[in-house]
């Protein structure tokens, strides 16, 4: 086993292809086949699952890639201490539901600590996609929330991915709405006082459960009900129509709209909201540089 050719393994992964990796790394693609080929016969292993539609990490293999990213780091931090040499490009990803603070984490970490060269990814996504995602290493952390509806059928399917959800907090839910509604200047509002105002919620796509649906209540019936895929399209949609959404209540004084304002619910539900790593990998440097700063910016907000 060669140092480049853990280089080049940690690249497959990231970059999500062999074709890719190749790309960036500069190498042909046989060139980077036969190092990864030559990887799995030095260790007796299959790192990577071919199928016609491209390649993902074998158990073996994303086991192995926790030992792989420690090795590489430490052997960095060799070469910038005693060869002065340049430092790396960092790289880090992740995937969540739509949440402002997570980009505020996201923004923070790359302030403090992104250096001159980074290659980050932030996909706010779909809630069995975030799952998908850190099962399959295409994001490191995936942040998503649960409640007493969800939690059984969410924390069985992270269980059956070999993930492992950590809470960061517990919320009350409220309403996002247009500081124009009428609803705006209450100190709280009930589930019927929502019904004449069109409900916004974020489509599922293929896995459009109410037990993935990103907001509490899903369940209940709406007479007027909008899907929409972004968060600028919801805060567009809450201005224009009067409509609302039901979330945690955190809004980002920088990212969200100065026109939204957040009113408390008068329900019993709490909201759980926290981070899924995959069990069989230990996270990176910067990942764990994130979930601080995640930490931090939610109980700055809360």
């Not at 990213?69 to 052997?75: D, G, L, P, S, T």
């Not at 980050?120 to 295409?138: A, G, H, P, Q």
């Amino acid at each position: 086993m060669k140092l480049h050719q853990l280089k080049y393994f940690i690249e497959v992964v990231l970059s999500g292809s062999i074709n890719e990796a190749a790309r960036r790394l500069y190498i042909s693609q046989p060139t980077l086949s036969k190092a990864i080929k030559e990887l799995e016969n030095d260790l007796g292993i299959v790192l990577f699952t071919r199928t016609s539609t491209g390649i993902s990490l074998s158990p073996d293999g994303a086991e192995f890639l926790s030992y792989a990213r420690q090795i590489n780091e430490q052997v960095e931090l060799l070469e910038r201490r005693y060869f002065d040499a340049e430092p790396s490009q960092q790289l880090f990803s992740v995937s969540s539901q739509h949440y402002s603070f997570v980009v505020d984490a996201f923004v923070e970490m790359i302030r403090k600590y992104g250096g001159d060269k980074y290659q980050f990814t932030i996909r706010e996504t779909r809630t069995y996609e975030i799952i998908d995602d850190v099962k399959n290493l295409t994001s490191e952390i995936g942040v998503l929330y649960i409640s007493a509806f969800n939690e059984k059928v969410l924390l069985q399917l992270i269980k059956e991915k070999g993930l492992k959800f950590t809470q960061l907090f517990e919320a009350h839910p409220h309403i996002f709405i247009s500081k124009t509604n009428p609803l705006a200047k209450r100190d709280s509002v009930t589930l019927e006082d929502l019904d004449p105002y069109p409900r916004l919620a974020f489509e599922q796509g293929e896995y459009n459960s109410f037990y993935y649906s990103e907001e509490v209540f899903s369940t209940i019936p709406s007479p007027k009900s909008i899907q929409v895929s972004d968060r600028a399209t919801l805060f567009n949609l809450l201005i224009g129509l009067d409509g609302y959404t039901i979330s945690t209540g955190i809004l980002s004084e920088d990212l969200d709209s100065s026109e939204i304002v957040q009113v408390p619910l008068e329900v019993e539900d709490k909201i759980k909201v926290g981070w899924v790593v995959n069990k069989k990998v230990e996270l990176s440097r910067m990942a764990k540089i994130y979930l601080e700063e995640l930490s931090a910016t939610t109980r700055h907000m809360l």
